[in-house]
């Protein structure tokens, strides 16, 4: 608003010197002076008279489309008023130019708005398929290491926990005791033969519930192989891995399996083997030794726990 009066002030003192100076001429060539002091004041005049008409048509103008100019540099409106002169024309010309700057420049705002848009929507989509990936790489990598029927453990996770565990003992001797349960049904091609194949299945699956509910969360338990179950204790000693196994024996024995309309009910032999016991250094002697523990239960008339005393014995 000061800039607004100030300019307004000066134009004013300019057209009111530019009249004076008129004044003065239009004096001196009515009276006709012929004196040289006049003359040489009428020239002065005239002079001043053109300075002031190129300042305010010419420089004026101009110093406003340089100071439109500058501001354009920084991107402000820089839009200027014109005239039908010329300079006039200079401005429309820049006003033109400037409209089609600031409207390259709008574009160009709208475009750098649809690209962060179309970005965010790409980084969106890509995040959600990063875990759609991430959810199906986890559920491939459990079904590699999960047995179809039962959803527990399969073999191959089972060697390999195996191996794992005792590699943990030999890294940390402070905790030396290792237990392996080998759990097989009894008789149970014949319940096969008698009920079906489909009523065994429910059986194994009732069992695979029941082991998962009778052990920790730090133990392993897998189908090893058709109708036989392991379960890896690890920091668990040949006391502790009987407790564990007769309980889950005389859980299976008083269990009813449903299917149909039908209550199944089965009974398991269980065979152990800890380490350390004697003859046994390594993941194949504690399987042999729990194998030949499960062998010697089946033989002694099945349902039952046998601990393995070593490959020695």
Not at 33 to 55: H, Y
Not at 184 to 210: E, M, P
Not at 280 to 297: F, G
Request: proline letters at 1%; aromatic letters at 6%; a neutral charge.
């Amino acid at each position: 608003m000061k800039k607004a009066i100030e300019k307004s002030l000066t134009a004013k003192i300019s057209l009111a010197v530019a009249a004076v100076l008129v004044f003065f001429i239009s004096m001196i060539i009515f009276l006709d002076i012929k004196d040289e002091k006049w003359d040489i004041l009428a020239i002065l005049c005239v002079g001043l008279f053109q300075i002031l008409l190129l300042r305010l048509t010419v420089m004026k103008p101009l110093g406003r489309l340089r100071s439109a100019m500058l501001k354009a540099e920084v991107g402000e409106d820089s839009r200027i008023e014109t005239s039908a002169d010329e300079i006039g024309e200079l401005g429309r010309m820049f006003n033109g130019m400037m409209g089609r700057i600031n409207a390259l420049g709008q574009d160009a705002i709208t475009r750098e708005k649809e690209i962060v848009r179309q970005k965010e929507e790409l980084e969106k989509e890509f995040q959600e398929k990063s875990l759609e990936l991430e959810r199906a790489n986890k559920k491939l990598a459990q079904m590699a290491v999960t047995d179809g029927l039962t959803k527990l453990f399969n073999h191959k996770f089972f060697q390999d926990s195996l191996k794992r565990e005792f590699k943990r003992l030999a890294r940390h001797r402070a905790l030396p005791f290792l237990s392996l349960a080998i759990l097989d049904i009894d008789n149970f091609k014949a319940f096969n033969d008698t009920y079906g194949h489909q009523a065994g299945d429910a059986v194994l699956k009732g069992i695979s519930q029941l082991l998962k509910d009778s052990v920790r969360i730090t133990d392993t338990v897998a189908r090893y192989g058709g109708e036989e179950f392991v379960i890896l204790m690890p920091e668990t000693d040949g006391d502790g891995t009987e407790v564990v196994a007769e309980r889950i024996r005389k859980t299976v024995e008083e269990s009813e399996f449903n299917y149909k309309d039908e209550k199944l009910k089965v009974t398991v032999s269980i065979g152990l083997a800890s380490y350390p016991q004697e003859g046994i250094a390594s993941e194949e002697d504690i399987l042999k030794a729990a194998d030949i523990a499960l062998y010697k239960a089946k033989e002694a008339g099945r349902n039952r726990v046998v601990m393995s005393k070593g490959l020695s014995s």
